[in-house]
């Protein structure tokens, strides 16, 4: 079946829009008019479809209703930009900026954050809904329109095109494909928001070729609500036109803007906001920013944020602000003038309001300036080669001083008169390049070729030594299948790794070039781990590898056995791998000898399978002199090592004697501790959780009781939500439990328990609220059960589940009562990661309470680095993060810092 429409779909940060191409009227793509609530009672059709959420009041829902929703949940567009942000608590907004947030759970009803409310959204579902929204849409305009062959012509049969941007990254684009698949979209392609600005501008210019000449290049900057997406295009000597250079992910754009605003109307009020207050001053900060720069005769302009109380005036804050204000705000801070020779951008993480993860480093000039040397860079130049021509694109680019601040300062660098595109709108330009970009898939219109930006090549051995075979050239088109004719060995039924390079400057290596180990200009990036299944046993079979790059921009690998039909394909995340950030501080490993590791393998193969009870007792010695090493210096490879051998041994068979099955656990356990920081765990944990309901094989014995929850805490790392939340509930109900009086047996439930940090919130709150009537009488365990169920800053867990300051601090006033004779350093560790200052508002304690709880150390003299965590962010202290996971780090593994 041929579809009559085309269409294209702009889903942005602060807009949604639609265009489409009628294939039996015209080539020509035509803008949607989205129809929406606009006020009380009142519909409104225009081109655009404001990206904000608002969670109607019951009482509400007749006057918020469309046609196609009499009892609207949520309301999106025009009356939820407009009113939502009166009600922090109903509105959603930045939606499109979470889904790359890689802290937080996407798919979690985390929305709106940093407020506390039982009724939440995911960053998932509130994309869905903008989509689901513009189908509805459709489908009431369109719904009765036929095609040729008579069917009607919904938009979820249509060929669509959704925009992302550039930078995406590979989780945020499935995740944008699953949004789409939830709004009840069947076949979805997507489109490169620069690429899209660059194909409405081709659709409009079909003499495109008497514009840009041979071996020139355009310029793309495409800053919107929430990112700034840069993308250099040149045009080849065949005429063609090819996209070059992308550049990294950056959050940073119209968004920044208001809370740069709003943070320096908090510091002229000279008071500190809450999360409600913040959330609705940043609304104000914006609707400021549209007038300032929508209208050259606003001289003056108020922002005002209301705090609560009955008397409307009494909680008023009213921040003036001049015009020339405003404009320095932005110009000083956004659009600097700054040399070539300027230093690179911090990248690292800095603006926190709202806990998004905002560039530190404000000046999309400088991000400009970083793009265009990486450019030089991969392309082969020794210095900066500048654009003859630039096309701006997004709605941060309206305003024409920003736009000529801009080229103002690219002429400056490149002593240069640079051309600018004239786009279609710079707010609508990406939908509608969106659907002509459908068009010349069709054939029917110039198509720019994007091939990938590096070489990929994977790690293999060989009898020579590891080497490197290109798997992917620099260049290769989408959907385009390269062959290795290599054959290779793979090992089956067991945990295999697949370590995985690339490379942006070299341009000549070819799929199946096999490279020295030593090759220059080669990055390593994280290993894809899985297990291929294939038989009964783990053997030895022959294969071939293929590899392609599909239109969301992810690496395909492919694993052909030669000998039968079977193949697997491995999917590597290539945009989140190159994001990965690299600690400057490596920690030293010693590396173990093959014949040293053999000895030790001997030896728990030994001591468990023939039950040698004297071996058992001493095996951890007999480990250390066999590796010639103490156990303090086994690295993390070296551990996991060893795990592996334990979880490939019978259990069913060691675990019938209690001596035997207590020391399994608790050396299975040590190998795996914390349970991440290897790309196997989840494999190995996978293999374990089976032993969770059999239990404890010898139930009478208190060793082994013990034991099983010291090896289930040091492998809580690798445990999903579902496996922790199970977890969670027996360990209560054991704690509760009177057979389980004995105290080391508590002890060791209680600590489990505590380093569940994936366990529900309410689940949490609710052990803590246990703690309150005996805060002052608490033993160090329970005050370590704190210290990890009300962290600030978890040791793995995504921000999402921190638990509410306002939960926490009742039980840590009640802690500071502690008759001051019995403070332990346990007490003052777990006030310290409790009220951690993290620089993210929505997690970070009450101002006040922090500083209660500084002056409570500073009294009892507790160790100066405790309260310092309190009073600064700090990164934690390797012997602190030992105690709160409850073992020594391995070394090799450093535990990240925000």
Known sequence: ???????????????????????????????????????????????????????????????????????????????????????????????????????????????????????????????????????????????????????????????????????????????????????????????????????????????????????????????????????????????????????????????????????EAQRRAKKKFNQREMSSLIQEARRAKEKVLGDEQVEDINLSVHSGGSSLLKGMSLIKFKRSEILDIIHSGFFPQIAIDAEEPDRKVGLRTLDLPYERDPAITSHLLSFLRKDAQVSGYDSIKFPEHILFNGGTMIPLSFRERILKQLEAWSGQEINTLNSKGLDIAVAHGASAYGLSKSGLGTQVKGGIARSYFLQIASEEGDKFICIMPRDTEEHSIQSCDKVFTLKTNSIVSFPLYSSETRLQDQAGDILASDAEDISVLSPLSTSISYGKKIQDIRVKIKASVNESNSLEVWLEAIDTDHKWQLRFDLRQLHEQEVSEEVQETITVDEELLTKASQSITEAFTESDSK??????????????????????????????????????????????????????????????????????????????????????????????????????????????????????????????????????????????????????????????????????????????????????????LVLPAKSITSLTTLIMQTNPKKLTNMHYLCLSRVMSLTGNPSLDIAEKNREAAIQFLKKNQAPKHFAQAIQEVVEEKVEDQSIVLGDSIPIGLKLHQD
């Open 1 to 263: 079946m041929t579809n009559r429409f085309i269409v294209g779909i702009d889903l942005g940060t602060t807009n949604c829009a639609l265009s489409y191409v009628d294939l039996e009227t015209s080539t020509e793509p035509q803008l949607f008019e989205i129809e929406q609530v606009i006020a009380y009672g009142e519909k409104h059709q225009q081109y655009n479809l404001p990206s904000f959420l608002y969670r109607c009041e019951e009482n509400e829902q007749k006057q918020l209703a469309l046609a196609w929703d009499k009892t609207p949940k949520y309301v999106s567009g025009e009356y939820a930009r407009r009113f939502g942000g009166a009600k922090a608590d109903r509105f959603i907004h930045s939606a499109k900026s979470w889904l790359v947030h890689k802290a937080v759970d996407r798919e979690q009803a985390i929305l709106p954050w940093g407020i506390e409310e039982d009724e939440k959204i995911s960053p998932l579902a509130a994309s869905a809904f903008y989509l689901k929204h513009l189908r509805e849409a459709w489908n009431h305009q369109f719904g009765k329109v036929k095609d040729k062959e008579g069917s009607p012509c919904f938009l979820e049969d249509q060929e669509l095109v959704i925009t992302v941007p550039a930078s995406f990254d590979e989780v945020a684009r499935e995740l944008s494909l699953k949004a789409a698949f939830e709004a009840g979209f069947k076949k979805v392609t997507l489109l490169e928001e620069p690429l899209a600005a660059f194909y409405s501008w081709l659709q409009v210019n079909q003499n495109w070729q008497e514009i840009l000449k041979k071996g020139e290049r355009v310029l793309i900057i495409d800053i919107g609500g929430g990112t700034s997406d840069f993308s250099m295009i040149e045009v080849s000597d065949d005429e063609s036109l090819r996209r070059n250079t992308v550049g990294p992910h950056l959050l940073l754009g119209g968004d920044n803007i208001d809370r740069t605003i709003a943070f």
């Open 615 to 800: 071996l058992l007792k001493s095996l951890m010695n007999k480990l250390e002199a066999d590796l010639e090493l103490p156990r303090k210096q086994w690295s993390l490879v070296l551990c996991r090592r060893l795990a592996d051998l334990l979880l490939d041994l019978d259990s069913s068979e060691l675990r019938k004697k209690a001596s035997t099955e207590a020391r399994y656990y608790n050396i299975l356990g040590f190998m795996m501790r914390p349970g991440f920081g290897d790309s196997h765990d989840q494999f190995r944990v996978n293999k374990l959780w089976p032993f969770w309901f059999k239990g404890v094989q010898n139930k009478n014995d208190l060793q082994s009781q013990c034991e099983w929850w010291t090896l289930w805490r040091r492998c809580t790392g690798a445990l999903s939500r579902g496996r922790q939340e199970q977890m969670a509930h027996k360990l209560a109900t054991e704690l509760n439990s009177k057979k389980n009086a004995n105290a080391q047996l508590n002890r060791e439930i209680k600590r489990c328990l505590g380093a569940l940090e994936l366990s529900p919130i309410k689940f949490r709150r609710k052990i803590l609220g246990e703690f309150n009537e005996r805060a002052t009488r608490l033993d160090d365990v329970e005050l370590w059960m704190i210290a990890r169920m009300a962290a600030r800053r978890p040791i793995y867990a995504p921000l999402d």
